[in-house]
């Protein structure tokens, strides 16, 4: 019996071992990533910022572009509306000008034509939206669509 007691005890010992070690072993990869992860981070946080550098730097010579474009195209168009203004009141002063050009009476007129041709609706229409068309305004069920049990068979056929 003390045979299978000290056979027993080496099992035991050895099973604890072997855990032992395998823990052991285990901490020390965790830990050997944890270090590779710390020394790596660095290193990708300094990527990152090299990377946000380089866009910041983009961004603000998109942007320098941006203001020489406008200020250029600036200097182009003011001076041609001003050209194209000053050549539309110059012919609007000759005679064929005069008849063509509107002045601002002529336009009112043609506002105050268009709102008494079509003059905005009072209230929205019964369907919700303002100036819609109803084919059965007071609601008769005059269209094969409004009666019940109509069909288009039976709405051609009578």
Known sequence: MSLLWKLGGVAIALLA?????????????NQGGADGDVKW???????????LVAYQAGV??????????LTQTREVIVPMTRTIVERAAA??????????CLNADRVLWLDQ???????APAAPA???????????????????????GASRASAGAG
Request: hydrophobic share 30%.
């Open 17 to 29: 071992a072997y855990f032992l070690v395998t823990m052991y072993g285990k901490a020390r990869y």
């Open 41 to 51: 981070s660095a290193k990708v946080i300094e990527a990152e910022r090299g990377k």
């Open 60 to 69: 603000a010579s998109v942007q320098r572009e941006d203001a020489q474009y």
């Open 91 to 100: 012919y609007a002063q000759t005679p064929d000008g005069a008849g063509q």
């Open 113 to 119: 034509t268009r709102s008494a041709l079509f003059p």
């Open 126 to 148: 019964p369907g919700g939206l303002a100036g819609s068309v109803h084919p059965d305004p007071q609601g008769q069920g005059t269209g094969w669509l409004d009666e019940p």
